[in-house]
């Protein structure tokens, strides 16, 4: 039953990245933002189900590239 939850969290990152794609170009920060909530999942997801380390390494990168993303453009727009 555990494993069938988590197996099943893909389908809300899928809509999440769906959204996401909808939302960056109109608000940068809601859109990315959806997508660190999506890479956050498939993190722990990959953790959960004890997945391949390809698929941790993948995930672990997507989410530092996204949160690196959201605080260089915070940054960049503070001066």
Do not use: H, W
Request: charged fraction near 15%.
């Amino acid at each position: 039953m555990k494993n069938k939850f988590f197996e099943n969290l893909q389908f809300v990152v899928l809509v999440g990245l769906i959204l996401g794609q909808c939302t960056v170009g109109s608000n940068f920060y809601v859109g990315q933002f959806i997508y660190l909530a999506c890479n956050t999942i498939s993190t722990f997801r990959n953790f959960a189900l004890n997945r391949p380390v390809a698929d941790k390494v993948k995930d672990c990168c997507c989410f530092g590239i996204t949160l690196g993303l959201i605080l260089f453009n915070y940054f960049k727009n503070l001066t």
